[in-house]
């Protein structure tokens, strides 16, 4: 199954759209050594502190990155943005250009209701936009698309880090 886009998309497009969706999986060698991150990621999105949650998503990316030998990228992670509800905008990657890395950056959202999962979503947020890179670095795919081989790498991501956890609903942009 093809996401209604494909259809608009130039032959070369589709070809590196074929090569996304093909690929399901992302396996860390040794995600047991993140696991310390996850439930202090989950205290400071609890707490809403701000600088807290920004470095323990630079230390999962760094993690998700050495394990997998792709360049290091940034993340920095923002207030809530006053007008942030679920539907919009809660991520955003930027390819490096040059010498610069690339950049994650982050929405706090309204963390008030459902506490566990707005941890959730906010955790696939991140590995979302880290897919992004991958998509770049680690599979040298031309351009990034949202595939289902792109949501299932996401997913895989999330499971490894978070082994214990229900189906999580989808999220991110
Ligand atoms: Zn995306």
Redesign the pocket.
Known sequence: MVFAYYNKLSAAQKRIYRRSDGIHTVSLPEPAGLHPLIPRLSTALEREDRATVEQQCCGIADGIVALLGVPPLRVRVLAVRPSASWGELHGL?EPGQGRAHAVITLWMRTVKLKRVVAFKAFLRTLL??LC?HLDYELYKLPDSF?TEGFYKRESSLFHQLVPDAEQPART??
């Open positions: 990657y979302h936009e992004h949202h991110g942009k």
